[in-house]
T-cell receptor, first 111, second 116 residues
């Protein structure tokens, strides 16, 4: 059974710092991995999707990498801003097309 | 493109009543839709997979008679919470998947259900 874990569970950093969020999964047979942002009381905003054949994806200040063999992905946020404060979720898709979500990282960027 | 809507965005109902939540794919046809539940400060848990024209597939531990799912068209799936109880209060999120889109799901904005 696929399990997805995110470390750290919570993170508080001063504005301007570069930071790394981690996502690990137990079964490396995935189709893709996707990073989302969720603001309190809101739905999901897709940030980056990495297909199994890809190693990384970039969008603006965000960079996500994928190492399938080791069951890991990282989300790198450059020059963090208070507006980046949110919960970040990773999710993997495998044989049944279902998304298995990670436990989430609650990020707070202090002004 | 790939927009998914949910209605209502929030609902309050009394214990024992039923409430219906709609999920619509606005600009694509979704052969498969998914329903998730999220409790406060927890991650999303898949409840069921809904395929157009067939019965939904429920995850282990989800009561199919309590959470009725109907996927009557390629753009609409509904979740009906029957005989709601306070413990059903949660944030319900749907997603839609179109064929040939690398299994990517597009998520609705969620529905906040409060049962009093």
């Amino acid at each position: 059974k696929q399990e997805v874990t995110q470390i750290p569970a919570a993170l508080s950093v001063p504005e301007g710092e570069n930071l790394v969020l981690n996502c690990s999964f137990t079964d490396s047979a995935i189709y893709n991995l996707q990073w989302f942002r969720q603001d309190p009381g809101k739905g999901l905003t897709s940030l980056l999707l990495i297909q199994s054949s890809q190693r990384e994806q970039t969008s603006g200040r965000l960079n996500a990498s994928l190492d399938k063999s080791s069951g890991r992905s990282t989300l790198y946020i450059a020059a963090s801003q208070p507006g980046d404060s949110a919960t970040y979720l990773c999710a993997v898709t495998s044989g049944t097309y279902k998304y298995i979500f990670g436990t989430g990282t609650r990020l707070k960027v202090l002004a | 493109g790939a927009v998914v809507s949910q209605h209502p965005s929030w609902v309050i109902c009394k214990s024992g009543t039923s409430v219906k939540i709609e999920c619509r794919s606005l600009d694509f046809q979704a052969t498969t839709m998914f329903w998730y539940r999220q409790f406060p400060k927890q991650s999303l848990m898949l409840m069921a997979t809904s395929n157009e024209g067939s019965k939904a597939t429920y995850e282990q531990g989800v009561e199919k008679d309590k959470f009725l799912i109907n996927h009557a068209s390629l753009t609409l799936s509904t979740l009906t919470v029957t005989s709601a109880h306070p413990e059903d209060s949660s944030f319900y999120i749907c997603s839609a998947q179109a064929p040939g889109m690398s299994y990517e799901q597009y998520f609705g904005p969620g529905t906040r259900l409060t049962v009093t």
